[in-house]
């Protein structure tokens, strides 16, 4: 279990036979492309979910379970524009509430992962003049666009961690009140701490639950290899829709390369097959959210040109 990084770069190396990602090849990322693999392989649609934001805070001696943060603000935080919870901004976004004097602590990823270049996706979309102005002081190229390696400029209080489980890891810390980071919506809910609610386009606050993320992502734009376009997701006007929903690809072989088997080639099908369908059930169980439909047929379908293939 590591980051999106280093699943393509494995596949790409041939030590995997199959890998999975958030993002895709090909794209630009702190001035280094990350180049297609020689070998053949295609995008397999495989789970659909929120980047959440997990965070450790009490109000007056409890803990707070109703945060609520408009993407700027989100933005901000990750930023380092807002570096307290008291401020008039968050609390604009929690009228009533009396948040604390405390330092705002961001936690973002160390390793290069699929969370943070969705994160940054979504920022350098929504909010480019803010996080093109991080980038630059952080010492990047601008425009930023999407990274998977979250920059951090030192002296901002920023912490670093490895993989989703150690960012939430380091959330859930009883010692750690005032932190906040971006991790699956899964992470969160296994360490029984809360998300924040995101104002979405239609001026609703909402929580990345499955049935949120799926109406979301009918606001995405299907590429023909499976890949997203997901602007319309960030902006869909559905008063429910979760703006920062998105699904992760398997990334599978298409050709008998690498020692890659016509006999694996069978099993990895069928494992396609009944991650697809039976497999989508168990989603919401595990905090994500099934496929919208036509990503499972187009899956399907491509699994079936693909077995036509090879019988």
């Known amino acids: 279990s590591t980051g999106s990084s280093d699943g393509r770069n494995q596949f790409k190396s041939g030590t995997v036979d199959f890998a999975s990602s958030e ?33 450790n805070l009490k109000v007056g001696g409890k803990r707070f379970t109703n945060l609520r943060l408009s993407g700027e603000n989100i933005t901000k935080i990750f930023t380092g524009v807002l570096t307290y919870w008291d401020d008039p901004a968050i609390a604009k976004d929690n009228p009533g509430i009396s948040l604390p004097k405390r330092k705002i602590v961001p936690v973002v990823r160390s390793d290069g992962s699929g969370s943070t270049a969705q994160f940054a996706t979504w920022m350098a979309s929504e909010h480019q003049s803010l996080w093109d102005s991080y980038c630059k002081a952080a010492g990047r190229d601008i425009p930023c666009g999407v ?38 919506y899964s992470y969160a809910k296994n360490a029984g701490f809360p998300v924040a609610k995101v104002l979405n386009n239609a001026g609703y606050y909402v929580e990345p639950t499955p049935s949120n993320v799926a109406v979301g992502l009918l606001g995405a734009k299907i590429n023909s290899d499976l890949t997203s376009n997901l602007n319309g997701v960030y902006n869909n006007s559905d008063s429910r829709a979760y703006p920062l929903s998105s699904y992760s690809y398997m990334v599978v072989p298409t050709a008998l390369q690498n020692n890659f088997t016509n006999d694996k080639g069978k099993t990895l099908g069928a494992f396609a097959y009944y991650f697809l369908c039976e497999g989508q059930q168990q989603a919401p169980a595990l905090g994500y959210s099934p496929l919208p439909i036509n990503l499972v047929k187009s899956g ?11 019988t």
């Open 147 to 184: 990274t998977s390696s979250y920059p951090v400029i030192s002296g901002r209080g920023f912490v670093s961690q490895p993989n989703s489980q150690g960012v939430s890891g380091y959330v859930s810390q009883n010692a750690n009140e005032g932190t906040i980071t971006y991790v699956e």
């Open 300 to 310: 399907t379908a491509k699994i079936a040109a693909r077995s036509e293939e090879h």
């Open 23 to 55: 993002i895709p090849y090909g794209l630009k990322d702190g001035g280094v492309i990350d180049s297609l693999p020689s070998r053949k392989f295609a995008y397999m649609p495989l789970v659909a979910g929120g980047t959440s934001f997990m965070y």
